[in-house]
């Protein structure tokens, strides 16, 4: 996809940020398991459930406009 105008841009960063959040959500759960700190691990899990919720609501805004929910590949710098 390439970037002509802010609608593509506003979705491109959207699909961006869902697709930190998936990572995060892989993430976390390793982090929880590699802690012995039980209010770490508390901790990770209640930002493991906000991050979810985030993923979510960004993947709803994209379904919304019809975009994909996958990160796309551009080069955004022209060259």
Do not use: K
């Amino acid at each position: 996809m390439t970037i002509s105008n802010f609608r593509d841009m506003y979705l491109t960063e959207l699909q961006e940020a869902r697709s930190v959040e998936t990572q995060l959500v892989e993430a976390l759960p390793r982090m929880r398991q590699a802690t012995t700190d039980p209010s770490l691990r508390q901790v990770i899990e209640s930002h493991l459930a906000v991050t979810q919720a985030h993923r979510d609501r960004v993947g709803a805004i994209l379904n919304g406009h019809g975009a994909a929910l996958s990160e796309h590949e551009t080069n955004r710098c022209g060259g």
